[in-house]
């Protein structure tokens, strides 16, 4: 390497820290700052941190080891709560860049951990803390120790890092499968990889990563296995199994993801780029064994049943490097560039809770400049990615400054309807838990999971008991786990979000009788409608529930208790 090489590696390493740093300090900012409530997924990964565990009912442990870390020095506010998050992801981003030095250049390092800290998925991520946040570090520092290992760069040291990571990240989230169906491919297609594995290296990188996994399989074989059966039970494989309409859902949903402009130019060097430099060719396609498999898998998984967007979400680390290098490495490419700000203008047509003149709006404006920018560039598909770091740095913002705003204000934009999970549980716990208070309730009873959720976590230093009614014989969610047995047969105060639920709840107690309403209002819909989260009282007692089978559910089939009015508005147009 020459001096001039070394100069310029340098000012890439620190023109990447500075850049994720300034990101980090503003989400960090964000997080202070932001008035948004805990969802329940938050709420739950929460309390599973209040007990330290190997496991818990729905995933592996390190989310609630993560949370416990931070909570116990900084509290349980909900910015402590999430505090991990842009640490995480800012690690994650920082291994890319190494991944992608090593492979490519500092520039394609550089762009590939700019890529991925301003994906959109990743500023959504950044102000919540999830699974996926706390996969990705271990994801990313897997691949960098493996390509460490198979080019022979580093020894011993990459082949414990390897193990490591593939451990944790089995402790963070069984995704991570994903990664060793990678290597897996690696070793079929990649002669180096075989040298690299197939050694004591190899066996060193799988004995940490069983050495840490170990104990957190034990705690399942304890628990009747939980946590896999509940992870098997999410592929929901059942039923009519044929959906062809899914795979354009999950397309347009991994634009959301990653982007589009990364996206479209991933689809494009498939096709195009991958044979324009024999002599990559052979670290182009060991990425893409990171990459490829998880798409496909989660394509088919959408077509047979369903998928969410973010279940791909490991594909995007490896493709963010390989996107890097190839715009760098492509030639000037006119047509290219005309397809992605077109294709770019068509999805964002597909935002969500935008009205349709803003979508096209931003849509022109943002396709517009692309094909502006790209004759400044003379069409190099390099441009490409500053125009997606760009749109990006656009789109975090624009999320922030959502956030932020007064309540209000948010109201007359229209952007309601999409906060409303994270509004009005404080209000609610309080409320709840006050009216159980003046009723001399035993307990408080709800009827859905993200009520329980949400009432645990803002009123955590409340004296009664909260408890999940089971409409299932065996429990469905973590909320659901603490069996109904005594105070339930004393004053119970029940809560129902669901007046399909009801009739079901009542048959379950000898006394049910109705005590009004709590209504907490979370804003206004696009059309006017109020959004409510409305939940009946009911006090009740003596707890002699029938057996909750077939018979007893076609019983009740159709039946509800109080069903909201329809809205007014609705009622006009």
């Known amino acids: 390497m020459t001096g001039l090489s070394r100069e310029s590696d340098s000012q890439y390493l620190r023109a990447t820290l500075v850049g994720l740093g300034l990101l980090l300090v503003l989400r960090i900012g964000f997080l202070a700052l932001a008035p948004l409530n ?21 995933k592996p442990p390190m989310i609630a080891w993560v949370i416990h870390a931070v909570t116990s020095v900084f509290g349980n506010d909900e910015w402590a709560v999430r505090l991990a998050a842009p640490f995480l992801h800012t690690i994650g981003a920082l291994f890319l860049f190494l991944l992608g030095r090593a492979m490519y250049d500092a520039r394609t390092g550089m762009m590939a951990a700019f890529g991925y800290a301003l994906m959109p998925a990743v500023i959504l991520s950044s102000a919540v803390i999830s699974t996926d946040g706390v996969l990705m570090p271990f994801w ?74 170990a104990p957190h399989m034990a705690w399942n074989a304890a628990n009747d296995f939980k946590t896999v059966s509940h992870t098997v039970d999410n592929a929901n494989l059942g039923g009519d199994l044929f959906h062809p309409e899914h795979a354009v859902d999950f397309l347009v949903d991994q634009m959301g993801v990653f982007g589009p402009v ?9 096709f195009v780029m991958r044979g324009s430099d024999a002599g990559l060719m052979g670290r182009d396609r060991w990425l893409l064994c990171f990459v490829v498999p998880v798409l496909v898998i989660i394509l088919v998984q959408a077509v047979l049943s369903r998928a969410n967007a973010n279940w791909a979400a490991t594909a995007w680390p490896a493709a963010s490097v390989l996107v890097a290098a190839w715009l760098i490495r492509a030639q000037p490419n006119r047509s290219l560039w005309f397809w992605i700000a077109g294709l770019t203008f068509v999805a964002l047509l597909a935002a969500p809770d935008l009205a349709l003149w803003l979508r096209l709006l931003i849509g022109s404006a943002v396709a517009g400049g692309m094909i502006a920018y790209g004759h400044f560039q003379a069409y190099r598909p390099a441009g490409l990615l500053w125009t997606s770091l760009v749109a990006h740095a656009l789109m975090a913002a624009f999320f922030m400054t959502i956030a932020l705003i007064p309540a209000h204000m948010s109201t007359e934009l229209g952007f309601d309807n999409a906060q409303k999970r994270t509004r009005g549980w404080e209000t609610a716990a309080a409320e709840v838990f006050r009216q159980a208070d003046e009723l001399g309730a035993t307990s408080v009873l709800v009827d859905e999971r993200e009520v329980w959720h949400g009432l645990d976590y803002y009123a955590r230093d409340r004296e009664l008991p909260l408890l999940s009614w089971r409409r299932y014989g065996v429990p469905k969610s973590f909320s659901e786990s603490e069996a109904l047995v005594a105070p339930l047969d004393e004053t119970v105060l029940v809560v129902s979000l669901h007046p399909a639920m009801r009739p079901m709840l009542r048959s379950d107690f000898q006394v049910f009788e109705s005590v009004g309403e709590i209504e907490i209002p979370l804003g206004t819909r696009r059309n006017g409608c109020p959004i409510t989260r409305r939940f009946h009282l009911y006090e009740a007692s003596g707890f002699a529930p029938e057996r909750h089978d077939e018979v007893w559910e076609a019983r009740h089939k159709g039946q509800s208790e109080f069903q909201a009015s329809p809205c007014p508005a609705l009622k006009d147009q």
Do not use: N, P
């Not at 897996?184 to 004995?207: E, F, M, N, P, W």
């Not at 990364?262 to 498939?270: R, T, W």
């Open 38 to 58: 805990l969802y329940a997924d938050e709420a739950q990964y929460w309390r599973w941190g209040e007990t330290l565990d190997w496991g818990y009912y729905s």
């Open 140 to 213: 990313c520092a897997g691949l960098y120790a493996f390509w460490r290992l198979r080019s022979g760069d580093g020894g011993w040291a990459s082949a414990a890092g390897l193990g490591v990571a593939l451990g944790a990240g089995f402790l963070s989230k069984y995704a991570m499968v994903y990664f060793l169906i990678g290597i897996g491919l690696t070793l079929l297609l990649d002669r180096d990889t075989r040298k690299a594995l197939l050694s004591g290296r190899g066996l060193i990188a799988v004995l940490v990563a069983g050495a840490i996994f």
């Open 262 to 270: 990364s996206l479209i130019s991933l689809i494009f060097g498939l």
